[in-house]
């Protein structure tokens, strides 16, 4: 049986399409698959800082609150971001509180490598 040249066509173009398919679709899972490992690490490392900070956040509230001036809202609102990253009085960027943990070094370093393209 002979097939139509349109038929030969349409069957080339779906071969065509099903490999473009394979061969575009492979990187696309290992990028998303890297990119949920990337986002696991930077939670891990929040956890982890938060663990750290949260103790110190709450003696800053408890000393802030033991002073009769002071209303417990102000300290609340003014204690809630103690620890994360914030700009100094000369405009440059003061670093976040336990950034230089091993997990939150690790998970930097990977953010890095994904941004860049570098798949491994």
């Known amino acids: 049986m002979r097939l139509h040249v349109?038929?030969?066509?349409?069957?080339?173009?779906?071969?065509?399409?099903a490999a473009m398919l394979v061969v575009w679709a492979n990187p696309a899972?290992?990028?998303?698959?890297?990119?949920?490992?990337?986002?696991?690490?930077?939670?891990?490392?929040e956890a982890e800082r938060e663990a750290k900070i949260k103790p110190l956040r709450d003696a800053e509230l408890a000393k802030c609150k033991a002073d009769q001036n002071n209303d417990p809202g102000y300290c609340e609102r003014f204690w809630?971001?103690?620890?994360?990253?914030?700009?100094?009085?000369?405009?440059?960027?003061i670093p976040r509180m336990f950034g230089d943990l091993p997990i939150c070094v690790a998970a930097f370093k990977?953010?890095?490598?994904?941004a860049d393209g570098d798949f491994r």
């Open 110 to 114: 990977a953010r890095k490598a994904l």
């Open 80 to 93: 809630k971001d103690y620890g994360n990253s914030m700009r100094g009085a000369n405009g440059g960027t």
């Open 29 to 45: 899972v290992v990028f998303a698959d890297q990119a949920s490992d990337v986002a696991a690490l930077e939670a891990k490392c």
């Open 6 to 17: 349109s038929q030969v066509s349409w069957n080339r173009r779906r071969f065509a399409i």
